[in-house]
Each structure stands twice: as structure tokens, then as C-alpha cells.
């Protein structure tokens, strides 16, 4: 057997196990067994173990059988190839426990969390607060208020300014436990629907905890407006809608008995027909109408409208006055209800068949709209196996503090904030030891439709109205996240439903991605090698209606972070007719997937070896050159035939060169960019006063990943000055304290004056060696097929974006990685190879805990509503379905 020449060890093979911590390289690596007692595990644990065991030395044959004939251990002598793969000798091997699948403690670099959500005591403090008549707010509980009563709309978090936490930090780094947090405050919304002209309004509460020094202020220098309107407010409940819906669609019951054999009922849970309002439902907030869509009560609703519409009018706080403007019916337009009855009686409406309900396939209970499995007596060959998974045989490599929502992993270390209305933000992300970005965050989700009918030819969603953060649920187990994942937990307010905690709403998981990271095979000394290719990430997934949208925050060892949406869920289907293809495609019987766009914008603010940054732009153009040493006229020149001679024509060759300069203002045309034909533009962040050994800038550049656009339509009305940001795929500001978002919940309602203008962020401002902010766009242009029923897939619809080291450094810092192998020839035997794998064997295994059994708890424990029927709330609150119809 050839021997591996000595190299230095960090333990004998007969040493005890110990493990190394994922923050500290002082401590010994992995060596030998898994530590702990040797159990006796039942016998079906141990039929699986045996199994995994032997599954993992075949694929350790397989990824080095073919360098390495007859492999050493790490320490120079052990279980050869061919031994390792045999079951007795698995068998026969001692055999411990894995150790705890749960994450060591972390050590986040202050004692305080500054972007913490505010824990439920807290809120509850300050709506006790703000209930009391001292305050003079004259608040109803929201549970009972109407549209015309004073309301709480959200408590939540009010983050500290940059500068008071960045003193923060820098303190602790002095001394931890004399280090001064900034004070704390609670944002607050309130709906005034009891003034004489109604409006909503933000507030800041504070410092908290509540005291005789607590005060209230209004919230106004972060928005482009002084007054939000009521008739863009935030929607915490639809049952005032529902009820002046019932009761306007009440004098309609004659004709939708005779077209859909359905009779409106108000508020039955099991009606035949359901309805959804589509949005934007103001310009200016002047006014509140929407587009009112029918479609059948059954799964798989939003596949399944029925070409049935109202024009909606639910503007101010009086609910006698909201009424129906316009009746549509396949293409049929009628000016009232009146007109659209009395073209029923009279026969002059052009009547349709009623589309029928989907049935069930293959003799099964599940309809096309579903996701029950129809081939179930009949799998793909070995479906019938669970897939595999991954197993940390030595623990956990990351850490965590649940206390701070603080994570670390391989010199990464993050701390996790957490608001209702995009949910999951990363601050202070640093990389061995330095900040590269105080925010990593997502600002809003864009989505506009196409078609002919009044519901897709004019819906432009901006998602962050509902609360991306609130509508977060728990993750499934084993299947939105790895076996091994730890979950984080999220607290959000709702003005119905309180303080709503959701226990998986984020889950961290390290991968393998079955990909070395860096590798080659050379013909000299240390040239042949590999460096493993892992990963950490941080997800949470939010359902908005029809849709579930994945976030990925992706960590790597190089120093890459990777921003990866992907979305999957239920299209918002139209009804398909003939006249309609060009609008999408066909999916069903009467159905068909809409045309639309995704773009989701994500503020980026990096601080590159300080605050001081600038914005190069690298572009790559291409000249001629004459060198002198070519002089070769068996090749032809590489330019047309001109003024100078054959001779020196025949040294003209074209070459690529690159181009740098700095962008110095947010007026230039490159501070707002649309990536270049065959992106032969790029783009950084540098510090010019940080230079690495070689003399380059230091930075951290953009790289494009899946699918980048930005919206097609520029123009429309419906989104003429909300998402602005759409626009393009990237753009740089300075970064102002007054300029926290991009977008805000109310920018959907009010695309004409929205609280918050991007295209105002462009004041001209010099971004030279500044403190600037990334505006980063991701997004698809989802053109459906058939393969989108009944849902979307992820491996389609997913869109990134990756930011990498540009001269951070100065070589690559992912070579450090332990997790890697080096290979050279065995001098004395040309056929051996010996190896280099640092002590760390990849081969190390053990008996893992055994899975947790699958279990899924109710999503939200509802507070008391005062009597009213909690599973009715429940529904109208999370889920925007208002009245129905039954047959």
C-alpha cells in the first residue's frame, strides 16, 4: 500500500474526536470517531445508518477512486479503498453517535441587536400607550372599528440611525458590557378614520420602554408627501368591504341566478363563487376603486375566474356610500347594475355557458388545480424512495444566538432583522472580521399583468402593501428547507390579529453544492487539488395571494454573497378565450396563464473598507493596435483595406481592452443603469483610499445572475411614479437617513404622489468617495405554458444577483479553506498518488440523530376577537377573499 508523505497532523488516528469551531482556526480540527456513548440504537436506526454509511464510502470512491488506486487516511495508515467498501469491515468498525444536530453559540460583536424586533411585551406596552385617553387619540380597537373610527394599523420596530449604531459597535469593540445601545422606538401606523377628513398617518414612539420621558412625533421626513390619504390606507381586515359588496351585489341575484346558477349570500364559507379586488385602487388618493374578479370556490381557485367583473367604489370612511360603477360580463359593459339587469330581462345580453368545475383525474379525488399526486399507483422507477439528504456528521458548522437573531459561519457573521412589510433584512454583514454591508435588504415586489379584461389588463401589484414579513409561514420541515436547518422565529402585529409569532419563519442551513469551489489538475508539484464547495443559507418564504416568494440569502467561501428570489405558488389565471391568446397561454378548459412581469428590488448598502465609497463603471471596448513585432503576411489583417501600406495594414489587430471611470454624481446617466448588450458593462463599489498589495482599489463588484430585467412597461399610469425603481436593473445613491426604502406600503394606492418617490433619490448629489446604497433589481418576465399549473417552478422563476470580491483582497481567501485536498504523484510509484487533505477526512462518519417525525402546527394562534368567530377572521385576514356566491 503507498504511503502519503509526512505531513503535519492535528491528532492520531486513536485520539478521541474533537471539533473545530467555525469562528476560532486556533482549535483542533475533526479527527477520528464521532465522539459520545456508543448507544444501542433499534434496529430500524441501524439498517439506515449501516446504509448511509455505505452510501458514503461508495461515493468516496467515486470522486477520488479514480486519482488514488489504493487510498491512505490523512494520518498515513488506515483502511485502504477496496477495505473501506466492504461490508463487513463497516460492520465490524466501532460505531458512536453523531454529535447534537443543534447549532454551538455565537458571538455576535455587540450585546445588543439594533434592527431586533420589538418583543410582544413591548408592543403590547405601547398600544396600551397609545389606548390611553392621556394621548388624546380617541382609538377603537381595531377588532371593532369601522372605516370611520381612529385605529392602530402597526407597531413594529423603529430602527436607530446608522451613525448612533455604527458608535455602538465601535464601543463594544472597546468594551462590550460598557457599551451604550442606541434607545429604542416603536413605529407606529394609525388609521384617522374619525377625523373630518380622514387620513393615515406614521408615527414614532419612544424611547421605549414606556416612561414619563416617552413621547410621540410624526414620521414625515422619510416621505415626499406630509399626509398619507385614507383612500390608500392599509387593509388589515376586508369585512367592511365584503359587507357593502354583499349588499351591492344583493339587486343582482335574479341575473347571476340565470347565468351562473348561483344565488349571492354575503357571508358563507363554502359559496360557489368567491371574489378578489385587484389594484392599484386610487392615482392620487382622491378616490378607492377596484376591479372586482369572480372565480370559483374550489382549490385552485386562482386558476379558475368565471369572466365576471364590478367596478368597485369603497372611497372615504363612509360605508353607505361605496357602491358598484360598472358591471362587466364576457366582454359586455354595462354602466350600473340597473343597465346590466335590465339587459338580462330583456334578453340583450349575449349570454354564456357557465364554466364547469375542474373534475377529478385518473381516478382519483384531485383536480388539475391541485397538488395531490394522480400517478401514486403508478411512480417514477425508485419514487417511492425517499430523495437524499444531507447529514453533518461532525455537527453543525455554523453558529448561532437565538437571543440577538445572530448567525456565523466560516468568517461570515450577520445579524437578522425581521419587519411586517418585507419581512427577512441582513445587517452588518461582515467578512473576517470587516463590515461589508451595514443593509441587505428587499424594499418591494412588482408585478403587472397583461391582457383584455378589466382584472389583468390593469393589475399592477407592489406586494409590500400586504406585508410580505406578516404574510410569512412557517416553513414546511424537509421540504422548503434541508432535514438538518435551524428556524429562526418572526414577530409581527396585525390591528386584528395582535402579535403573531411564527416559529419557522426563517431556517439556516449550510450545503454542500456537489461542486468544488476552486480545482485543477496540473502537472506540477501542488498544482492538482480542490477546494470543497460549501455554502450557508439564510431563507424565509413569503405566500401573498396566488404566490410564494423564496428568498436566499447564499454565503460563500470566497467571500461571494448570492440574492436569489424564486417563486412558485398559483398564477393569477385570466378566463381564455380565442381572442386572448395573445395575452398568455391556454392551461385548462376556460383558463389560461397571463402574461406578467416580477421585479423585486433590494437595497445593497455597502461599506468597503469604510463608509468612503466610489461607483466604478468597467467596460470593455475594443481598438486597434500595430505592433511592431508582428510581421507575419501569412495572416491577413484584422481591419479593411485603408490608406496605409500592405505592409504595416497586415500588423493591424483587434484587441479588448478595458475602460474604467468613475461615476461622480446621481445626476449621470450611469448612477441609474440598465445592463449593456452581451454585459459588456460592469459594475463596483470601491474604496480608492484602500488599496490592496498590488495597488488596486479595493471592492466588491456586481455580477448579474438568473434572469435579470426590469419591467416592460415604463409608462403605465397604474405605475407611473410608485416603482420607478422597475425601471432599471441597478442604480446608486448617497445614503441619507431620509431615504431609509425605495417604496413603502403605501406607494401601491398612489401612483401618481406616492409617499415615497425613487425618482427623487436622483437630487444630484456627488457619490464620490461617499457613503452610498445599491439599488439592486431582480425579477423574470413570465410568459406561462401549461407546465405552470397548478404551480409555478422554482427552477424557472428564480432571479440573482452576486456580490463579489473585486481586489478585496489579495489572492483568494477561499484557499484557506481546510475542507480542501492537494494531489502529487508518489515519486516512488508513477501509478500512486499521495494526498493532502488537512487533516480533515472526508470519509470522518458516524450514527446521526435519527429525523424528527413530520409534524405541522397551526400557523397563528388568534387573541380573543371579543365573540366573533375566529376561523372566519382568520380566513378574511389572511386570505383577501370577500364575498360569495352559492349555488
Same mark, same amino acid.
Given at each position: 500500500?503507498?504511503?502519503?508523505?509526512?505531513?503535519?497532523?492535528?491528532?492520531?488516528?486513536?485520539?478521541?474526536?474533537?471539533?473545530?469551531?467555525?469562528?476560532?482556526?486556533?482549535?483542533?480540527?475533526?479527527?477520528?470517531?464521532?465522539?459520545?456513548?456508543?448507544?444501542?440504537?433499534?434496529?430500524?436506526?441501524?439498517?439506515?445508518?449501516?446504509?448511509?454509511?455505505?452510501?458514503?464510502?461508495?461515493?468516496?470512491?467515486?470522486?477520488?477512486?479514480?486519482?488514488?488506486?489504493?487510498?491512505?487516511?490523512?494520518?498515513?495508515?488506515?483502511?485502504?479503498?477496496?477495505?473501506?467498501?466492504?461490508?463487513?469491515?463497516?460492520?465490524?468498525?466501532?460505531?458512536?453517535?453523531?454529535?447534537?444536530?443543534?447549532?454551538?453559540?455565537?458571538?455576535?460583536?455587540?450585546?445588543?441587536?439594533?434592527?431586533?424586533?420589538?418583543?410582544?411585551?413591548?408592543?403590547?406596552?405601547?398600544?396600551?400607550?397609545?389606548?390611553?385617553?392621556?394621548?388624546?387619540?380617541?382609538?377603537?380597537?381595531?377588532?371593532?372599528?369601522?372605516?370611520?373610527?381612529?385605529?392602530?394599523?402597526?407597531?413594529?420596530?423603529?430602527?436607530?440611525?446608522?451613525?448612533?449604531?455604527?458608535?455602538?459597535?465601535?464601543?463594544?469593540?472597546?468594551?462590550?458590557?460598557?457599551?451604550?445601545?442606541?434607545?429604542?422606538?416603536?413605529?407606529?401606523?394609525?388609521?384617522?378614520?374619525?377625523?373630518?377628513?380622514?387620513?393615515?398617518?406614521?408615527?414614532?414612539?419612544?424611547?421605549?420602554?414606556?416612561?414619563?420621558?416617552?413621547?410621540?412625533?410624526?414620521?414625515?421626513?422619510?416621505?415626499?408627501?406630509?399626509?398619507?390619504?385614507?383612500?390608500?390606507?392599509?387593509?388589515?381586515?376586508?369585512?367592511?368591504?365584503?359587507?357593502?359588496?354583499?349588499?351591492?351585489?344583493?339587486?343582482?341575484?335574479?341575473?347571476?341566478?340565470?347565468?351562473?346558477?348561483?344565488?349571492?349570500?354575503?357571508?358563507?364559507?363554502?359559496?360557489?363563487?368567491?371574489?378578489?379586488?385587484?389594484?392599484?385602487?386610487?392615482?392620487?388618493?382622491?378616490?378607492?376603486?377596484?376591479?372586482?374578479?369572480?372565480?370559483?370556490?374550489?382549490?385552485?381557485?386562482?386558476?379558475?375566474?368565471?369572466?365576471?367583473?364590478?367596478?368597485?367604489?369603497?372611497?372615504?370612511?363612509?360605508?353607505?356610500?361605496?357602491?358598484?360603477?360598472?358591471?362587466?360580463?364576457?366582454?359586455?359593459?354595462?354602466?350600473?347594475?340597473?343597465?346590466?339587469?335590465?339587459?338580462?330581462?330583456?334578453?340583450?345580453?349575449?349570454?354564456?355557458?357557465?364554466?364547469?368545475?375542474?373534475?377529478?383525474?385518473?381516478?382519483?379525488?384531485?383536480?388539475?388545480?391541485?397538488?395531490?399526486?394522480?400517478?401514486?399507483?403508478?411512480?417514477?422507477?425508485?419514487?417511492?424512495?425517499?430523495?437524499?439528504?444531507?447529514?453533518?456528521?461532525?455537527?453543525?458548522?455554523?453558529?448561532?444566538?437565538?437571543?440577538?437573531?445572530?448567525?456565523?459561519?466560516?468568517?461570515?457573521?450577520?445579524?437578522?432583522?425581521?419587519?411586517?412589510?418585507?419581512?427577512?433584512?441582513?445587517?452588518?454583514?461582515?467578512?473576517?472580521?470587516?463590515?461589508?454591508?451595514?443593509?441587505?435588504?428587499?424594499?418591494?415586489?412588482?408585478?403587472?399583468?397583461?391582457?383584455?379584461?378589466?382584472?389583468?389588463?390593469?393589475?399592477?401589484?407592489?406586494?409590500?402593501?400586504?406585508?410580505?414579513?406578516?404574510?410569512?409561514?412557517?416553513?414546511?420541515?424537509?421540504?422548503?428547507?434541508?432535514?438538518?436547518?435551524?428556524?429562526? +422565529? #418572526?414577530? !409581527?402585529?396585525?390591528?386584528?390579529?395582535?402579535?403573531?409569532? &411564527?416559529?419557522? $419563519?426563517?431556517? =439556516?442551513?449550510?450545503?454542500?453544492?456537489?461542486?468544488?469551489?476552486?480545482?485543477?489538475?496540473?502537472?506540477?508539484?501542488?498544482?492538482?487539488?480542490?477546494?470543497?464547495?460549501?455554502?450557508?443559507?439564510?431563507?424565509?418564504?413569503?405566500?401573498?395571494?396566488?404566490?410564494?416568494?423564496?428568498?436566499?440569502?447564499?454565503?460563500?467561501?470566497?467571500?461571494?454573497?448570492?440574492?436569489?428570489?424564486?417563486?412558485?405558488?398559483?398564477?393569477?389565471?385570466?378566463?381564455?378565450?380565442?381572442?386572448?391568446?395573445?395575452?398568455?397561454?391556454?392551461?385548462?378548459?376556460?383558463?389560461?396563464?397571463?402574461?406578467?412581469?416580477?421585479?423585486?428590488?433590494?437595497?445593497?448598502?455597502?461599506?468597503?473598507?469604510?463608509?468612503?465609497?466610489?461607483?466604478?463603471?468597467?467596460?470593455?471596448?475594443?481598438?486597434?493596435?500595430?505592433?511592431?513585432?508582428?510581421?507575419?503576411?501569412?495572416? +491577413? #489583417?484584422? !481591419?479593411?483595406?485603408?490608406?496605409?501600406?500592405?505592409?504595416? &495594414?497586415?500588423? $493591424?489587430?483587434? =484587441?479588448?481592452?478595458?475602460?474604467?471611470?468613475?461615476?461622480?454624481?446621481?445626476?449621470?446617466?450611469?448612477?441609474?443603469?440598465?445592463?449593456?448588450?452581451?454585459?459588456?458593462?460592469?459594475?463596483?463599489?470601491?474604496?480608492?483610499?484602500?488599496?490592496?498589495?498590488?495597488?488596486?482599489?479595493?471592492?466588491?463588484?456586481?455580477?448579474?445572475?438568473?434572469?435579470?430585467?426590469?419591467?416592460?412597461?415604463?409608462?403605465?399610469?397604474?405605475?407611473?411614479?410608485?416603482?420607478?425603481?422597475?425601471?432599471?436593473?441597478?442604480?446608486?445613491?448617497?445614503?441619507?437617513?431620509?431615504?431609509?426604502?425605495?417604496?413603502?406600503?403605501?406607494?401601491?394606492?398612489?401612483?401618481?404622489?406616492?409617499?415615497?418617490?425613487?425618482?427623487?433619490?436622483?437630487?444630484?448629489?456627488?457619490?464620490?468617495?461617499?457613503?452610498?446604497?445599491?439599488?439592486?433589481?431582480?425579477?423574470?418576465?413570465?410568459?406561462?405554458?401549461?407546465?405552470?399549473?397548478?404551480?409555478?417552478?422554482?427552477?424557472?422563476?428564480?432571479?440573482?444577483?452576486?456580490?463579489?470580491?473585486?481586489?478585496?483582497?489579495?489572492?483568494?481567501?477561499?484557499?484557506?479553506?481546510?475542507?480542501?485536498?492537494?494531489?502529487?504523484?508518489?515519486?516512488?510509484?508513477?501509478?500512486?498518488?499521495?494526498?493532502?487533505?488537512?487533516?480533515?477526512?472526508?470519509?470522518?462518519?458516524?450514527?446521526?440523530?435519527?429525523?424528527?417525525?413530520?409534524?405541522?402546527?397551526?400557523?397563528?394562534?388568534?387573541?380573543?376577537?371579543?365573540?366573533?368567530?375566529?376561523?372566519?377572521?382568520?380566513?378574511?385576514?389572511?386570505?383577501?377573499?370577500?364575498?360569495?356566491?352559492?349555488?
Amino acid at each position: 500500500m503507498a504511503q502519503r508523505r509526512s505531513l503535519p497532523t492535528h491528532s492520531s488516528p486513536t485520539s478521541k474526536s474533537s471539533f473545530r469551531d467555525a469562528d476560532s482556526p486556533d482549535q483542533p480540527l475533526i479527527s477520528g470517531h464521532c465522539g459520545g456513548e456508543h448507544g444501542q440504537p433499534k434496529r430500524q436506526q441501524w439498517r439506515f445508518s449501516s446504509f448511509l454509511i455505505v452510501a458514503a464510502a461508495a461515493t468516496l470512491g467515486i470522486i477520488v477512486g479514480s486519482h488514488i488506486p489504493r487510498q491512505t487516511t490523512s494520518f498515513g495508515a488506515g483502511i485502504g479503498l477496496d477495505e473501506l467498501l466492504t461490508p463487513e469491515v463497516v460492520v465490524q468498525e466501532e460505531l458512536r453517535r453523531c454529535p447534537s444536530n443543534l447549532p454551538l453559540p455565537a458571538s455576535p460583536p455587540a450585546k445588543v441587536n439594533p434592527w431586533a424586533q420589538l418583543s410582544i411585551p413591548e408592543v403590547l406596552e405601547v398600544q396600551e400607550w397609545l389606548m390611553d385617553p392621556k394621548q388624546n387619540l380617541n382609538l377603537t380597537d381595531a377588532v371593532t372599528a369601522t372605516p370611520s373610527d381612529n385605529a392602530i394599523f402597526l407597531i413594529e420596530a423603529y430602527h436607530p440611525l446608522k451613525s448612533e449604531v455604527l458608535e455602538y459597535f465601535a464601543a463594544s469593540a472597546n468594551d462590550m458590557e460598557a457599551a451604550k445601545a442606541p434607545e429604542k422606538y416603536a413605529r407606529v401606523t394609525i388609521d384617522h378614520g374619525g377625523l373630518k377628513e380622514p387620513v393615515t398617518r406614521d408615527y414614532v414612539v419612544g424611547p421605549l420602554p414606556t416612561s414619563k420621558q416617552t413621547t410621540m412625533r410624526r414620521l414625515t421626513d422619510i416621505y415626499h408627501r406630509p399626509e398619507i390619504p385614507f383612500n390608500a390606507r392599509g387593509s388589515s381586515t376586508f369585512t367592511a368591504l365584503e359587507e357593502a359588496l354583499a349588499k351591492a351585489v344583493a339587486p343582482m341575484s335574479e341575473a347571476v341566478e340565470g347565468l351562473f346558477g348561483a344565488t349571492p349570500t354575503g357571508k358563507a364559507l363554502n359559496d360557489t363563487y368567491i371574489a378578489g379586488v385587484y389594484g392599484p385602487w386610487s392615482y392620487d388618493g382622491s378616490f378607492r376603486r377596484g376591479w372586482i374578479s369572480w372565480r370559483y370556490n374550489t382549490p385552485g381557485s386562482w386558476l379558475l375566474p368565471i369572466d365576471f367583473y364590478q367596478y368597485f367604489d369603497w372611497s372615504g370612511s363612509d360605508t353607505e356610500q361605496w357602491r358598484i360603477l360598472k358591471v362587466v360580463y364576457h366582454n359586455q359593459t354595462f354602466s350600473s347594475v340597473d343597465a346590466f339587469i335590465s339587459a338580462y330581462r330583456d334578453g340583450t345580453i349575449i349570454r354564456f355557458p357557465s364554466p364547469s368545475l375542474p373534475t377529478p383525474q385518473n381516478g382519483t379525488s384531485s383536480t388539475w388545480t391541485q397538488r395531490g399526486r394522480a400517478n401514486r399507483s403508478k411512480p417514477r422507477d425508485l419514487d417511492h424512495l425517499p430523495g437524499p439528504r444531507s447529514v453533518s456528521f461532525a455537527g453543525l458548522r455554523f453558529r448561532v444566538d437565538r437571543n440577538q437573531n445572530y448567525v456565523s459561519w466560516m468568517g461570515w457573521g450577520v445579524y437578522i432583522g425581521f419587519d411586517r412589510d418585507m419581512g427577512l433584512a441582513l445587517w452588518d454583514i461582515r467578512f473576517k472580521g470587516e463590515r461589508i454591508a451595514y443593509q441587505l435588504a428587499p424594499q418591494d415586489t412588482f408585478v403587472q399583468y397583461a391582457g383584455n379584461d378589466p382584472m389583468q389588463s390593469l393589475t399592477s401589484w407592489l406586494d409590500r402593501y400586504y406585508g410580505m414579513g406578516f404574510l410569512t409561514r412557517d416553513l414546511i420541515p424537509n421540504y422548503d428547507c434541508p432535514q438538518e436547518a435551524v428556524y429562526l +422565529p #418572526s414577530t !409581527t402585529f396585525h390591528a386584528v390579529l395582535g402579535t403573531i409569532t &411564527r416559529k419557522r $419563519a426563517i431556517c =439556516v442551513f449550510e450545503q454542500d453544492v456537489g461542486r468544488p469551489l476552486t480545482r485543477h489538475f496540473g502537472g506540477w508539484q501542488g498544482e492538482t487539488g480542490a477546494v470543497k464547495g460549501y455554502v450557508l443559507t439564510i431563507r424565509t418564504i413569503a405566500t401573498v395571494g396566488n404566490y410564494d416568494y423564496s428568498f436566499d440569502y447564499i454565503f460563500q467561501l470566497d467571500g461571494t454573497i448570492e440574492v436569489k428570489l424564486s417563486a412558485s405558488g398559483y398564477l393569477q389565471g385570466g378566463y381564455w378565450t380565442p381572442d386572448r391568446n395573445p395575452y398568455g397561454a391556454r392551461i385548462g378548459d376556460f383558463s389560461m396563464g397571463s402574461v406578467h412581469d416580477h421585479v423585486i428590488n433590494f437595497k445593497v448598502d455597502l461599506d468597503i473598507a469604510g463608509l468612503n465609497n466610489s461607483f466604478l463603471k468597467t467596460t470593455s471596448v475594443v481598438e486597434t493596435i500595430y505592433p511592431e513585432w508582428l510581421d507575419d503576411p501569412d495572416w +491577413p #489583417s484584422d !481591419t479593411k483595406r485603408d490608406s496605409q501600406t500592405d505592409d504595416h &495594414r497586415s500588423k $493591424a489587430r483587434l =484587441v479588448q481592452r478595458l475602460k474604467r471611470e468613475y461615476i461622480e454624481t446621481e445626476s449621470s446617466k450611469d448612477s441609474r443603469v440598465r445592463y449593456s448588450q452581451n454585459h459588456r458593462s460592469s459594475y463596483a463599489v470601491v474604496n480608492r483610499d484602500a488599496l490592496n498589495a498590488w495597488g488596486a482599489p479595493r471592492g466588491y463588484a456586481i455580477h448579474p445572475g438568473l434572469s435579470q430585467v426590469h419591467n416592460t412597461i415604463v409608462k403605465a399610469v397604474r405605475t407611473e411614479k410608485n416603482a420607478n425603481w422597475a425601471n432599471h436593473n441597478l442604480a446608486v445613491t448617497l445614503r441619507k437617513d431620509t431615504e431609509p426604502s425605495s417604496s413603502s406600503m403605501w406607494n401601491l394606492n398612489l401612483p401618481g404622489d406616492p409617499p415615497v418617490n425613487f425618482d427623487k433619490f436622483f437630487d444630484g448629489d456627488n457619490i464620490t468617495q461617499k457613503d452610498l446604497v445599491l439599488w439592486i433589481n431582480v425579477g423574470t418576465h413570465h410568459w406561462p405554458g401549461s407546465e405552470d399549473s397548478p404551480n409555478t417552478k422554482t427552477n424557472t422563476a428564480s432571479s440573482s444577483f452576486m456580490l463579489t470580491p473585486l481586489n478585496y483582497f489579495d489572492s483568494d481567501p477561499s484557499m484557506e479553506s481546510m475542507n480542501a485536498i492537494t494531489l502529487d504523484l508518489d515519486p516512488d510509484s508513477p501509478e500512486e498518488y499521495l494526498f493532502d487533505d488537512n487533516g480533515v477526512q472526508q470519509h470522518h462518519h458516524c450514527m446521526p440523530e435519527a429525523p424528527s417525525v413530520f409534524k405541522y402546527e397551526r400557523q397563528v394562534s388568534a387573541p380573543d376577537l371579543k365573540g366573533m368567530d375566529t376561523e372566519e377572521v382568520m380566513e378574511r385576514v389572511l386570505t383577501p377573499m370577500y364575498i360569495r356566491f352559492r349555488s
